[in-house]
Nanobody, 118 residues
Framework: QVHLVESGGGLVQPGGSLRLSCLGS???????MAWYRQAPGKQRDLVAS???????KYEDIMHGQLLISRDNARNTVYLEMNSLKPEDTAVYYC????????WGRGYWGQGTQVTVSS
């Protein structure tokens, strides 16, 4: 069992930056990790992922605004977000996919709210 806790969300002005963190309670060394976001009334969308060998992928939804990274020694995954826009306002969720697990059936954090507003 893996427990994920996100932090780093908050209120930021348009054009600003935030860095989200996701701390895993267990050893996530072999897990693929990802960040999703969900705005009110909308579906949860993948924004970025990082494999266990540090390969990264970014979805077009926030392409060019993000940097995903992981620190396995700290069991932590980060999401740096830049040039934030009001439409980036959402709850951001951390996701951990164990090896051999169908994507989407892994572990989720509780989410952290990001609000972009002046």
């Amino acid at each position: 069992q893996v427990h994920l806790v996100e932090s780093g969300g908050g209120l930021v002005q348009p054009g600003g930056s935030l860095r989200l963190s996701c701390l895993g309670s267990g050893n996530i060394l072999s897990f693929a990790m990802a960040w999703y976001r969900q705005a009110p009334g909308k579906q949860r969308d993948l924004v970025a992922s990082i494999s266990r060998d540090f390969s990264t992928k970014y979805e077009d939804i926030m392409h060019g605004q993000l940097l995903i990274s992981r620190d396995n020694a700290r069991n932590t995954v980060y999401l740096e977000m830049n040039s934030l826009k009001p439409e980036d306002t959402a709850v951001y969720y951390c996701y951990a996919n164990p090896p051999g697990t169908i994507w989407g059936r892994g572990y989720w954090g509780q989410g952290t709210q990001v609000t972009v507003s002046s």
